[in-house]
């Protein structure tokens, strides 16, 4: 489990896009979000509170999703990718400091990112935390024979 952890971790700084899955009334919504990881793994994205998955995310608190790094060749390229599934919920107080150091590292545009503002819950985005229960690493380059590698977080 040591070396799916690992792999994960370094699939998380490597990718920059994930795609969150949110539901309301039993309809499922995907979105693509910029985000980073800390070292707990869990996941931050900024986002304006408007948007459909931001607004569903206050309804359900439940999110699924996906990170995979660019393919190039296309159908018979080795694959790797990442599934989690787990809760989600707009940052508070220190946790969007947080999220702010973490972007910095990750996105050089993220200094434009008004700190002070995200505080202000009329101001029109905020930061989320995705915590993570569990990941799925499907992964065919380091694991041929069992792709699928299943990582609870705790355990």
């Not at 952890?5 to 009334?25: G, H, P, V």
């Not at 995979?68 to 080795?78: A, D, L, N």
Request: glycine fraction near 6%; include cysteine; charged fraction near 30%.
């Amino acid at each position: 489990m040591e070396r799916v952890e690992e792999l994960i971790r370094q699939y998380l700084d490597e990718a920059k896009l994930m795609q969150i899955a949110t539901t309301n009334s039993g309809k499922p919504w995907v979105a693509s979000v910029w985000y980073v990881s800390d070292s707990s793994l869990n996941l931050y994205f900024i986002s304006r509170r408007k948007r459909r998955h931001s607004l569903e995310l206050e309804q359900n608190h439940n999110v699924a999703g996906t990170v995979v790094t660019p393919h190039t060749v296309g159908s018979g390229e080795k694959v790797r990718g990442l599934q989690f599934e787990g809760t989600a919920r707009e940052c508070s107080g220190d946790e969007i400091k947080r999220a702010k150091e973490l972007y910095l590292r990750k996105y050089s545009k993220a200094e434009d990112i008004p700190l002070e503002k995200l505080q202000d819950k009329s101001f029109i985005a905020a930061f989320y935390i995705v915590s993570p229960q569990s990941f799925v690493l499907f992964d065919e380059i380091n694991f041929p024979e069992e792709p699928r590698q299943e990582f609870v977080i705790g355990k």
